[in-house]
């Protein structure tokens, strides 16, 4: 997020796309509800579905399954043509801003209502809503994200905020909504292909040289950015990648097309798992290693606002599992001695053994800070008091609750001119229904720990296929009739449940279920730049059982 | 009324808002959770994965030994020999294949201190830049 959870209530206008809110970011909804209901904010809301936040919404637009791009667009075209832009903003902090104009302008209401279907008055209205107001919050979930054109869907959101001068004060920005507790965290610290931590960039020279150097590394970082996750998938099958060391991750549930990342995990010659508990991925290991929870152990998490928090030790370890950071300075160290054993082994080693003891996680951490411009004055110490949001160069200073005040990090923000595309895979007549999948509020990602929870698991059991009414009244099936979804990759059987909350043609399952898993259907499209996996529209048809 | 042992003050675990909250302990149980009201994130609030979804830690198919694959059977395995094994298939495979023909999935879930450190095993250790973890999804 640019801006912070605490300055939600200063918005006048919130706009949320491609996120329930409610059920995945719950604490989050309760200040943008706050905001409508106390200060009288106004929420525009684009989603397809009829969600929680909906009650809420001043307006709410509903388009057709991954035509996000064409409505953004049609947004800005208004914001233009009626002079609402903020050109100060535009003259003073922005380039570009020529080619988005062309872009746009023959994006009109009317063209967005023929893509999407929302008529064009609501997208006209949104767009002097969103024009005209002092602040405006831009907040988004894995609904713009997981698309083909995940990317071009950001940039559009991000148009809109340029366009209308609503970065670096309060109550505006653009704000994804972060899904995992630490996926934040997992991006800053390098878990990503192409950047060490803090986005240091593996093709910058210096950068790889630094670490090294601090590493006291055996090797050499290769200077080309390595595979993702989709990537490493496809590597397998390709016989490419021949080993996997897997920490607190189960593909085998999250991933696209599980039949596809079954048959490759199987290909493997190796595979570590690290895990509190044997998944389906842990199961086709060979080898599995006992990690603890969260209450078990000591570290930090950083959360969607960019704010690095303490974890703490509340419980003692498991008895037979060992804490996972022991877990990995135990492996390292195994590895680092086996190569200053026969370093003649490693074509371009330049240095013998590297270190892997630690005293603790707060000596980890202070190895990261010194490693990282952004994050060097944090510490474990300064987190006592409630954490701190990066960027924080030094000790003394305050954390940054609000990114881009004076000039964004690259300078300049960038309009991004953007044409709209359709996703990958629309329905057609022999798949005519569109698999849309997300979160509930009860469960939470591949189930692993509220599914081990009694009271969770109580009030929802099992997963469940959600068809609209007139849909099932047209297919003859009734709340709790056993149906069939199968797409093009496979099939899923499990109990329906017809609701007015979905748009006709739109079929909504979770992936919190193993006995009911969604990603059985969904197909390996990605986003070319981002490679996220298009999980919000795949073609799949519907029989009786 | 039970009365806690003790109330450690931390991170919830599940979504990214990352409320802090208050882990009521009595007798190594986690019986109850709250919220401090000055939590710079949440304000004292929580939904009901953070305030109920705790059950998972006392689980009893908690993973407690290390295993290793013999004649297609995950059998359990001591720490030594588990660590060793792994450090040598991870070797053998980087002599045979090259270091980028391994790849390292780091978690959402895990901290940022054990992200850290895997992914310097994997870029410091193997040679490797293939490193990423599921958040894409
Ligand atoms: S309590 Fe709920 S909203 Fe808060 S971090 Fe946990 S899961 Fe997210």
């Known amino acids: ?46 989603d397809p579905r009829e969600i929680e936040l909906a009650n809420f919404a001043a307006l709410h ?14 947004m800005a075209n208004v914001i233009l043509a009626e002079g609402i832009a903020d050109k100060e903003f535009i003259a003073t902090r922005t380039e570009n801003y020529e080619a988005l104009v ?38 988004w979930a894995m609904g713009i994200t997981q698309s083909s054109h995940g990317v071009d869907n950001v940039q559009a959101l991000a148009n809109l905020a340029l366009l209308t001068g609503n970065f670096g004060k309060p109550g505006s920005g653009v704000n994804p909504l972060r899904g995992q507790n630490n996926v934040q965290g997992a991006c800053d610290m390098g878990g990503l292909p192409n950047v060490i931590t803090g986005y240091q960039s593996v093709t910058d020279e210096a950068v790889r040289g630094k670490f090294e150097t601090a590493w006291r590394s055996p090797v050499k970082i290769p200077a080309k950015p390595g595979l993702t996750v989709t990537d490493m998938m496809h590597g397998i099958l390709d016989g490419k990648i021949k080993a996997l060391y897997i920490m607190g991750e189960n593909p085998m549930l999250s991933d696209p097309n599980i039949n596809h990342v079954k048959q490759a995990l199987e290909r493997l010659e190796f595979m570590a798992c690290q895990d509190i508990f044997l998944n389906e991925t842990a199961q086709l290991a060979d080898v599995v290693l006992p990690g603890v929870s969260f209450a078990e152990k000591e570290g930090t998490f950083t959360n969607t606002e960019r704010r690095v928090q303490l974890v703490r030790p509340a419980l003692p370890v498991k008895q037979g599992a060992r804490r996972d950071l022991d877990i990995i300075c135990d492996l390292g160290q195994r590895i680092g001695e086996r190569i200053g054993e026969r370093t003649s082994g490693f074509a371009g080693a330049i240095h013998p053994v590297t270190n892997w003891d630690y005293d603790n996680a707060s000596a980890v951490w202070d190895e990261i800070a010194a490693l990282t411009p952004s994050m060097t ?32 990090t690259r300078g300049l923000g960038r309009f991004t001119p953007l044409t709209f595309r359709e996703p990958m895979e629309n329905p057609d007549a022999e798949y005519p229904f569109t698999l849309n999948t997300g979160r509930i509020l009860q469960h939470w990602h591949g189930g692993t720990m509220s599914r081990r929870s009694e009271g969770l698991d109580w009030v929802v059991p099992e997963g469940e296929i959600q068809i609209n009414d007139a849909d099932g009244a047209q297919l003859g099936v009734k709340t709790g009739d056993l149906i069939r979804v199968s797409s093009r990759r496979g099939a899923v059987t499990g109990k329906a449940r017809l609701t007015g909350k979905l748009p006709r043609g739109m079929v909504f399952m979770t992936f919190h279920f193993a006995e009911l898993p969604a990603n059985r259907l969904t197909g390996d499209a990605v986003d070319p730049v981002a490679k996220i996996p298009e999980y919000k529209v795949s073609a799949v048809k519907i029989e009786r059982v | 009324m039970i009365k806690a042992d003790r109330i450690v003050t931390t991170t919830c675990p599940y979504c990214g808002v990352g409320c802090a909250l208050n882990l009521h302990l009595k007798q190594d149980v986690v019986y109850k959770v ?22 998972f830690i006392h689980a009893k198919d908690r993973l407690s030994r290390p295993m290793i694959r013999r004649d297609g059977e995950l059998v359990s395995a001591t720490w030594e020999e588990a660590l060793g094994y792994a450090a040598g298939r991870l070797l053998e495979i980087r002599e045979q294949y090259g270091a980028d023909s391994i790849g390292f999935l780091v978690s959402a879930k895990c901290t940022n201190e054990e992200n850290y450190l895997l992914q310097k095993a994997a870029r410091g250790l193997i040679g490797t830049n293939n490193v990423d973890h599921c958040a894409r999804l």
Request: net charge neutral; glycine share 8%; proline share 7%.
């Open chain 1, 102 to 139: 062309e872009a746009v302008k023959d994006c009109t209401p009317q063209w967005a209502e023929d893509v999407s279907g929302v008529p064009s008055d609501l997208i006209v209205e949104a767009a002097r809503v969103y024009g005209h107001a002092g602040s405006a919050a831009i907040f």
């Open chain 2, 34 to 55: 709250t919220s401090p009201f000055d939590s710079p994130a949440n304000r004292g609030n929580l939904c009901v994965k953070g305030r109920f979804g705790y059950d």
């Open chain 1, 61 to 74: 637009i509903r388009p057709r399954s991954g035509t996000d791009v064409a409505i953004l667009n049609a």
């Open chain 1, 1 to 46: 997020m640019t801006n912070s959870i605490r300055d939600i209530h200063l918005a006048d206008v919130l706009l949320v796309t491609g996120s329930n809110t409610t059920e995945a970011h719950p604490v989050i909804s309760l200040e943008m509800k706050k905001a409508v209901r106390k200060r009288g904010a106004k929420l525009i809301l684009i």
């Open chain 1, 377 to 408: 004055g944090i510490s474990h110490a300064r987190l006592e008091h409630g954490g701190l949001q990066w960027p924080c160069p030094n000790a003394e200073h305050p954390g940054t609750p609000i990114l881009h005040r004076e000039k964004f």
